[in-house]
């Protein structure tokens, strides 16, 4: 798994507000589309694509079918497809990037390619792999705990450091006030 510096994923963060979510899906249950619904909550700007849902809109943002029809400004391109289509969307940014103004490629959680970093990197684009920028944000601000996060259970419960019960929970039987 690539490793990055926790400071270069806050610098990214902190300084660019323009995303184009390649890969953007309107069905709710999708990782793109709570992704994306995040992001817009905290202050991004995202720009879905989507060719299959040109001319609609998800999250009431219009989606575009290409980066080339997609306005400026962008300065990430997250990619939410497979890494096999990473080096083509790399390619088609690159021909974008000084219209729309690119700065970063980020590629989605299980998302390497090699061939499109070295492409990017190349170009003096700053690559990311591997990673979702809503859990980034989230773990940078506290609202995602590493706790909370490679459990490899899926409550609803909080965990015993926070409260009563949960997942976490070492005894089988709640507290009571002499406990």
Do not use: H
């Amino acid at each position: 798994m690539p490793s990055y510096p926790d400071d270069l994923i806050k610098s990214i963060l902190r300084s660019n507000r323009f995303i184009a979510m390649v890969g953007a899906s309107g069905n709710e249950m999708r990782p793109s589309y709570f992704a994306m619904k995040y992001l817009l909550d905290k202050g991004f700007r995202v720009r879905p694509v989507n060719p299959g849902m040109a001319g609609k809109t998800i999250l009431n943002q219009s989606v575009y079918a290409s980066l080339k029809d997609v306005p400026a400004p962008i300065e990430i391109v997250d990619i939410f497809r497979g890494s096999e289509y990473a080096p083509a969307i790399v390619a088609e940014a690159l021909k974008e990037r000084e219209r729309l103004g690119i700065k970063v490629i980020w590629m989605q959680l299980t998302v390497i390619s090699e061939e499109a970093a070295k492409m990017a990197e190349d170009a003096g684009l700053t690559v990311i792999m591997d990673r979702c920028p809503k859990i980034e944000y989230g773990r940078f601000c506290g609202e995602i705990g590493w706790m909370g996060i490679n459990r490899k259970l899926i409550d609803n419960r909080k965990p015993k450091l926070f409260s009563k019960g949960g997942a976490l929970m070492i005894e089988d039987k709640p507290r009571t006030k002499a406990s």
